[in-house]
C-alpha cells in the first residue's frame, strides 16, 4: 500500500480556540495588601518589568486579539502585548475588578478586623457583598459575556488574550467551566503577570494551564 506525501493533513486533529487570562503586573497595593476593587491604581516599576518579561512569552503564543479592564495597571500590562504583536487593545470595564465598597484602600489586616464575619463568610463561599459591593456572580455575569463574545470572534484556532484582575478572572473561569460559584474558591488565585488558559473542547471550556508564567510566587490580590 503506497501514501501520497501530505494525505491526511487536512484531517489533523483542529487544537480549537484558546483564551488566555492575564492578570495585570504589580502595584503598591498589592504589595502593601491593600484592596483595589476599581480603584485605578497604577503598576510599579516592578509591574511594568514583569508585563514586558511575559508580554515576551505571550506574543510567542501569536495572539489574534486583545481585549483589557479599562482600568490602567491592566490596560498598561496589555500595552506592552500590543507593542510587540501589533494588535489593538479593546477595553471594556466590563473586566475591571470587583468592586468592593468601603473595603476597597483597606489593608487585608484591617478588613480582618473591622470586616472580619464578612470576611470569614465569604471564604466560606456564601455569597457575600463585601464591602457592600458587588457579588462574584455578579462580576461574572458581566465579565464572562465579554470573554465569550470576543472568543466568537477568532478564527477556527485562533487566541484570545483578556487582560484583567486576579477575582475577575477566577470568577471567569468558574463561569465558563461551569463550576458552582461555592467552589470557584478551589481555583487558586493568579500571582501579578501570570495567566491561566482555557481551551474549547467538544464539551464546552477547558482549564489547560492555571497561574502559568513563573515560578511560584506569592498570590497578592483582592480574590485572596
Same mark, same amino acid.
Request: with cysteine; charged share 25%.
Given at each position: 500500500?503506497?501514501?501520497?506525501?501530505?494525505?491526511?493533513?487536512?484531517?489533523?486533529?483542529?487544537?480549537?480556540?484558546r483564551v488566555i487570562?492575564?492578570?495585570?503586573?504589580?502595584?503598591?497595593?498589592?504589595?502593601?495588601?491593600?484592596?483595589?476593587?476599581?480603584?485605578?491604581?497604577?503598576?510599579?516599576?516592578?509591574?511594568?518589568?514583569?508585563?514586558?518579561?511575559?508580554?515576551?512569552?505571550?506574543?510567542?503564543?501569536?495572539?489574534?486579539?486583545?481585549?483589557?479592564?479599562?482600568?490602567?495597571?491592566?490596560?498598561?500590562?496589555?500595552?506592552?502585548?500590543?507593542? !510587540?504583536? %501589533? *494588535?489593538?487593545?479593546?477595553?471594556? =470595564?466590563? #473586566?475591571?475588578?470587583?468592586?468592593?465598597?468601603? @473595603?476597597?484602600? &483597606?489593608?487585608?489586616?484591617?478588613i480582618i478586623a473591622?470586616?472580619?464575619?464578612?470576611?470569614?463568610?465569604?471564604?466560606?463561599?456564601?455569597?457575600v457583598r463585601r464591602?457592600?459591593?458587588?457579588?462574584?456572580?455578579?462580576?461574572?455575569?458581566?465579565?464572562?459575556?465579554?470573554?465569550?463574545?470576543?472568543?466568537?470572534?477568532?478564527?477556527?484556532?485562533?487566541?484570545?488574550?483578556?487582560?484583567?484582575?486576579?477575582?475577575?478572572?477566577?470568577?471567569?473561569?468558574?463561569? !465558563?467551566? %461551569? *463550576?458552582?460559584?461555592?467552589?470557584? =474558591?478551589? #481555583?487558586?488565585?493568579?500571582?501579578?503577570?501570570? @495567566?491561566?488558559? &482555557?481551551?474549547?473542547?467538544?464539551?464546552?471550556?477547558?482549564?489547560?494551564?492555571?497561574?502559568?508564567?513563573?515560578?511560584?510566587?506569592?498570590?497578592?490580590?483582592?480574590?485572596?
Amino acid at each position: 500500500m503506497t501514501t501520497t506525501p501530505g494525505a491526511g493533513a487536512d484531517r489533523a486533529p483542529r487544537r480549537g480556540r484558546r483564551v488566555i487570562l492575564w492578570r495585570h503586573g504589580q502595584t503598591s497595593w498589592n504589595v502593601e495588601r491593600r484592596f483595589q476593587g476599581t480603584t485605578d491604581v497604577e503598576l510599579t516599576e516592578t509591574g511594568v518589568t514583569q508585563a514586558r518579561r511575559a508580554a515576551r512569552l505571550l506574543a510567542s503564543l501569536r495572539p489574534d486579539a486583545i481585549v483589557a479592564s479599562d482600568l490602567q495597571r491592566a490596560a498598561n500590562t496589555a500595552a506592552e502585548l500590543a507593542a !510587540l504583536t %501589533g *494588535l489593538d487593545i479593546t477595553r471594556d =470595564e466590563a #473586566l475591571r475588578e470587583t468592586y468592593a465598597g468601603v @473595603w476597597q484602600g &483597606l489593608t487585608h489586616d484591617e478588613i480582618i478586623a473591622r470586616h472580619g464575619e464578612e470576611y470569614a463568610a465569604w471564604k466560606r463561599g456564601e455569597p457575600v457583598r463585601r464591602g457592600g459591593g458587588e457579588l462574584e456572580t455578579e462580576v461574572a455575569d458581566r465579565a464572562a459575556p465579554v470573554v465569550l463574545r470576543h472568543a466568537d470572534k477568532l478564527p477556527e484556532d485562533g487566541t484570545l488574550v483578556v487582560v484583567s484582575h486576579g477575582g475577575t478572572i477566577r470568577t471567569t473561569i468558574g463561569r !465558563l467551566l %461551569g *463550576l458552582e460559584p461555592h467552589d470557584w =474558591e478551589s #481555583l487558586g488565585g493568579l500571582s501579578n503577570c501570570c @495567566w491561566s488558559v &482555557l481551551g474549547q473542547g467538544a464539551r464546552g471550556w477547558r482549564l489547560l494551564e492555571h497561574n502559568a508564567g513563573t515560578l511560584p510566587e506569592p498570590v497578592l490580590g483582592d480574590d485572596d
